[in-house]
């Protein structure tokens, strides 16, 4: 039987599961992406606030994959699919494909306001966290030289806009990064006077999360030292202030954790229905309307799935997706005339950190908070990280890290 | 007794030993850095080759020195230093002294030849380190992805130039990245076929050991496929190009381990001796002839010391100049009328490392080569950190980044 040529567009959770799904004597497979690593997304925001080194949650694809005799990596940008003549052009190839995975992610969604994007700080990848992160160190150094007591307060203003699990945890993170890690590091100011805002449009942080847990995390927050406003949206962002419907903030760090949409690509795909977003409206098997070979998974997917229940872009559903990609891709290629399986999310919990010693969890009916959310959160990592090949070595490495404050992390480099 | 203030210019070996060595009730210390880190420069070709991150190297200066109260941090630039008005002139202060101490470091020198430095790379600092081990893993990713076999060759050829301990161990390090550690990651390409070039001009590699290890060090790195030019002067530099004494080579990344000049401020200070180098030729007991409340130590020093040794520009003799100033300034404010000592140089001996598993090492009449030199280098290293407050957990941390080659640091980012 002829190999069969898979083409998977992007290495995260989806693309890579995907990419680990396929046998060496018949398929041949290519992971395209941006960069050379996969990203352990959940944990950017601790090397955002230097609790984590960006090695510490990253890791080269070509050693996840390397002994996967059948599967090639190319480090190659897509910049358009063209579904008719089953090619895809990257920046530096044209490659053809027999099956397509498109898995290229999502980025930050500034819900049309797109001039906001200069003058604010997403965190989807690498380069945003570490921008994050110097940033805030900066921005101490210089309230550390400031000799006007009002550009000193300006610079230690802090705003995360965003009240889902990423701006909980950013915001948490960061308030224990001014008033925990820094302490006494300083002579002139009092890191833990900063003034951490986190903003949500809606009237609850954690939208997704039960009410019991929602309320816990605000007040944990605000003992942390966090601003909490609630019922508040942003109107416009500038440089160096952010305007609410309620007030005026001056800040110079605005970080935006509050919407996302699919890849730019999605939008090279002619005849392909895309929602407000731009993810793709797939298939009940995740396939694309009219184009049975091309598949889409994780967070540029749109999918209320077979049991009615939509998908939501986090990393195990990105994960499951690509694992049944590839499930399905097989046993079709296997000759046989079975239907293709339409595929159900597993939902397993959502959990989220408030700072380093509590959390909230929820798993099926059950709900959990305070330290033993917390540990849930550590053994779920552990699962996690220890999932790929030779990854116990890197997770004590992310526990020692963690551990310690991974003080290193605080490098401010060009 | 009135609080002397002592102004220490950099943060490196040389400033941060002699920062710790002012008690806290007579001295009040500031220490300015241009970054808001002190760097362990001996393993920054370990950063640069993807052996370890950048944070298993670098620690805040706010952190070493959190606990001592009387020395303030500032994150800043020095622009230029009066000497008769006692004053430093910084991007964003200007600061007064009763003593100075100059510790700022050397950086890359060229010979006169300035224009090079744009074809070539340095490594002096962390962004110099991340400079090369970008433009190298691109390298290797690029070589995968290129069509025609001139292209991938050119792409796999790297040069190093100088064959003193940096040069030596910057080679022996990309061979064994080469060869060793991205061993089975690519498919299109082989990247032990990676051609790495050696360039000294002298007869002999580490011109400062004795001849047995410099021979010894030669078939070590001619053993891990490094071409090695001894009597090879480097004549032109240009995009994509060296030229030597003997041929020409096509290449786009050239290292340059050749020479160190100090840093440019010391061109600022009016009257001063210097020599080719803009070193600063200092009195017997480091001070400025003509101004003895200015000290200078480290790099930027010139120095034959008063048992009529040349003072090398090692992090031994800085941090050994660093402490000696200290106590030289605490001596004289405590009104003693004791003449100053002059400084003598205590030479710990000199290592170099050769890939991971051997090195050579030389102290007091003593050879050592291979394993056991290799074993000194790490016990050396150990002390070296333990040496500084709370190190225990780095160091653990950076034998395990080590021990398991710290693939995550192969990391790319923009």
């Given at each position: 039987m002829k190999q069969q040529r898979v083409l998977i567009l992007g290495g995260g959770f989806a693309g890579l599961e995907c990419a680990k799904?396929?046998?060496?004597?018949?398929f041949e497979v290519t992971l395209v992406d941006r960069w050379n690593h996969h990203l352990f997304q959940p944990l950017l925001y601790q090397v955002a606030t230097a609790g984590l080194a960006m090695t510490d949650i990253a890791q080269p694809l070509r050693s996840i994959l390397s002994h996967r005799k059948n599967v090639t990596t190319l480090m190659d940008e897509v910049r358009q699919i063209d579904l008719v003549a089953k090619k895809v052009h990257l920046k530096d190839h044209v490659l053809d494909y027999d099956y397509l995975v498109i898995a290229l992610g999502a980025k930050t969604g500034y819900f049309g306001h797109n001039e906001w994007a200069q003058h604010t700080l997403g965190l989807k990848s690498l380069d945003d966290a570490m921008a994050i992160r110097k940033k805030v160190l900066l921005a101490f150094e210089h309230a550390e030289s400031a000799n006007d007591p009002q550009e000193t307060a300006r610079l230690m203003t802090l705003v995360v806009v965003g009240g889902g699990p990423t701006g909980v945890e950013m915001a948490g993170s960061l308030a224990e990064l001014a008033s925990v890690v820094l302490k006494g590091d300083f002579r002139r100011i009092d890191p833990s006077s900063a003034k951490i805002h986190l903003i949500e449009s809606g009237p609850k942080l954690l939208p997704s999360f039960p009410a019991p847990l929602q309320d816990y995390t605000c007040r944990r927050l605000e003992s942390l030292g966090v601003t909490v406003h609630l019922d508040t949206r942003v109107t416009e962002v500038g440089a160096g202030y952010v305007v609410t419907s309620k007030e005026r903030i001056e800040s110079d760090i605005v970080i935006w954790a509050a919407g996302v949409e699919a890849s730019e690509v999605t939008r090279t795909l002619a005849g392909v229905p895309l929602d407000r977003g731009g993810r793709i409206q797939v298939q009940p098997d995740l396939s694309l309307p009219a184009h049975p070979e091309v598949f889409a998974a994780g967070d540029v997917v749109s999918l209320t799935d077979a049991k009615g229940v939509r998908v939501p872009g986090v990393s195990p559903a990105a994960m499951q997706m690509g694992r049944f990609i590839a499930k399905t891709i097989v046993n079709e290629a296997g000759g046989g005339a079975t239907a293709r399986e339409p595929f159900t999310y597993f939902d397993k919990g959502s959990m989220a950190t408030i700072g380093r010693s509590a959390a909230v969890a929820t798993v099926g009916g059950m709900h959990l908070r305070g330290l033993l959310a917390w540990l849930m959160w550590l053994f779920v990592h552990l699962l996690f990280l220890m999932g790929?090949?030779?990854?116990a070595t890197v997770f004590l490495q992310w526990v020692w890290s963690y551990v310690t404050w991974q003080r290193g992390a605080r490098i401010i480099q060009p």
């Open positions: 799904g396929f046998p060496e004597d018949r790929m090949r030779n990854r």
